[in-house]
Nanobody, 116 residues
Framework: QVQLVESGGGLVQPGGSLRLSCAAS????????MGWYRQAPGKERELVAR??????RNYADSVKGRFTISRDNAKKTVLEMNSLKPEDTAVYYC???????????WGQGTQVTVSS
C-alpha cells in the first residue's frame, strides 16, 4: 500500500505564509514526480506546482513568484506558500507519479484558508 501524508494546512491572514509537507511511504518505488493540486469549492481541481526527479518545476500562473516547491528527499515534497491571497483558499492535495507506468497516487488533502 502507498500512503501520502500531508501536513501544514490551516488558517492564515492575507499576505501570510504557510508550508505544506507531503511524505510518501509504503510500497512506492521510482518516484518520477511529486506535486500539489488544489480544489476550491465549486471549482475543478487544478495543478498548483510540480517537481520532477530531474528538478524541473512548473507552477500555475496564479502562484508563480509566490509559491515554491522542493524535494526534501526522495519521498518528501514541500510547498512554501507566501503572499497568500483569499483566492488561494482550497483543499490542497499531494500527488506522486511513480513507476514505469507513471501511476498517480493522491493524499487525503489538507485545508488552506486565507481570510482576515
Amino acid at each position: 500500500q502507498v500512503q501520502l501524508v500531508e501536513s501544514g494546512g490551516g488558517l492564515v491572514q492575507p499576505g501570510g505564509s504557510l508550508r505544506l509537507s507531503c511524505a510518501a511511504s509504503g510500497s512506492i518505488w521510482s518516484i518520477n514526480a511529486m506535486g500539489w493540486y488544489r480544489q476550491a469549492p465549486g471549482k475543478e481541481r487544478e495543478l498548483v506546482a510540480r517537481i520532477t526527479n530531474g528538478g524541473s518545476r512548473n507552477y500555475a500562473d496564479s502562484v508563480k513568484g509566490r509559491f515554491t516547491i522542493s524535494r526534501d528527499n526522495a519521498k518528501k515534497t514541500v510547498l512554501e506558500m507566501n503572499s497568500l491571497k483569499p483566492e488561494d483558499t482550497a483543499v490542497y492535495y499531494c500527488t506522486v507519479t511513480a513507476g514505469l507506468t507513471n501511476k498517480d497516487y493522491w493524499g487525503q488533502g489538507t485545508q488552506v484558508t486565507v481570510s482576515s
